[in-house]
């Protein structure tokens, strides 16, 4: 599926820092990402530890670098580093705390150069995982906020793949309506690289008008900035997800839109509906879930699920390391 993702990374030697160097999935997936050939994973833990975790579950991670915060020979240098980047936010010791922590530290091996992208999550929650990097990486030139996508994809019965991007589930709790706009043209450019042409859903409980409300107006809003920001896309919005993805309803709710009955990037108004959704998606539905992949933020940073498998560590990895 990700083929020309490991065909790219093969060519472009990648550094992939993992936060949590014993969990046993991190393990399973370096070893087969190493030993593949695909990229050079760098796990943070203390090397005992790793070593023994990786012996419990049998894999085999000679001559992956493990990296020993307590024991950095650079530390001095990264805590000045971080004490710059969160000027009068932090304090030289407050860094050197945190830093002394998987998280703070993968995120500083990427601002430093000492690793390309991180991945992080199988432990850690969203918030831990990602606050290191909105405060230390911060947002692309040109972006304001950074947003989340989950690829979704399941084989059909005639063996081929249907895919679609959810967006912004795991960020962004409350999202203004330019929030919202600005994720709804991430999303879009997300799917591209995933070979998805993009109709993009801005999703509510009301299709164009038939409810009404604050959250409505809010999506309605978001929609004509998305609009203005990105004229070349197809976007509509507000769509209840019905009419969105069934031809149709489609037809009954909204006959005419470029969008409606064939959309395949939806845009959620806020976390609660987004996070649900795609979970539901994935345990009733049987997609298979990739993500949250970061938008918007710059450098390769990506978090996982704490109910993810070695498997989608091992895809996650690729997705990362292939979006340097
Ligand atoms: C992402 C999240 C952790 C940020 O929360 P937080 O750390 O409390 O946020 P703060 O407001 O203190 O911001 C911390 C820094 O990140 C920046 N920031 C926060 N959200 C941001 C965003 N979406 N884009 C860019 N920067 C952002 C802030 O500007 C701030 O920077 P500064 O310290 O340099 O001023 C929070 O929005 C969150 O918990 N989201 C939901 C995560 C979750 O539980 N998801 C469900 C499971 S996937
Ligand atoms: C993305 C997400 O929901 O993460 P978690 O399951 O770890 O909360």
Excluded: W
């Amino acid at each position: 599926m990700f083929e020309n993702l490991i065909e790219k990374l093969k060519k472009n030697p990648t550094t992939l820092v993992f936060t949590e160097g014993t969990d046993a999935r991190i393990l399973e997936a370096a070893s087969r990402l190493k030993k593949n050939g695909i990229l050079e994973p760098l796990l943070i833990g203390v090397p005992e530890e790793v070593q023994a975790a990786a012996e419990k579950g049998g894999f085999d991670i000679t001559d992956i670098r493990v990296i020993d915060p307590a024991n950095y020979r650079r530390m001095d240098e990264l805590v000045d580093k971080m004490v710059e980047l969160r000027k009068g936010k932090m304090t030289p010791e407050e860094c050197h705390a945190a830093l002394l922590k998987g998280n703070y530290f993968g995120t500083m091996l990427v601002k430093m150069g000492v690793a390309d992208a991180l991945l992080g999550g199988a432990t850690y929650s969203t918030a831990d995982t990602v606050r290191p990097a909105l405060q230390l990486v911060k947002t692309k030139p040109g972006n304001k906020s950074v947003s989340s996508s989950f690829v979704m994809i399941r084989e059909k019965a005639d063996g081929t793949e249907e895919k679609y991007i959810m967006g912004d589930c795991a960020i962004n709790i409350e999202p203004t309506a330019e929030e919202m706009a600005e994720c709804a043209v991430e999303c879009a450019h997300t799917a591209r690289i995933f070979d998805i042409d993009p109709k993009v859903a801005m999703l509510s409980y009301s299709t164009k008008g038939s409810g009404k409300g604050e959250n409505v107006d809010k999506v309605r809003t978001a929609t004509e900035l998305a609009k203005a920001a990105a004229p070349e896309l197809d976007i509509d919005g507000e769509l209840q997800f019905d009419a969105a993805f069934s031809p149709v309803v489609a037809q009954t709710k909204c006959k005419g839109s470029p969008v409606a009955g064939q959309a395949n990037v939806f845009i959620f108004p806020e976390i609660q509906s987004g996070n649900i959704g795609y979970k539901i998606a994935q345990r009733l539905g049987g997609f298979a879930a990739y993500g949250p992949i970061l938008q918007g933020l710059n450098a390769p940073i990506n978090d996982l699920s704490r109910g993810c498998d070695a498997e989608e560590v091992y895809q996650m990895a690729i997705i990362t390391a292939g979006l340097k």
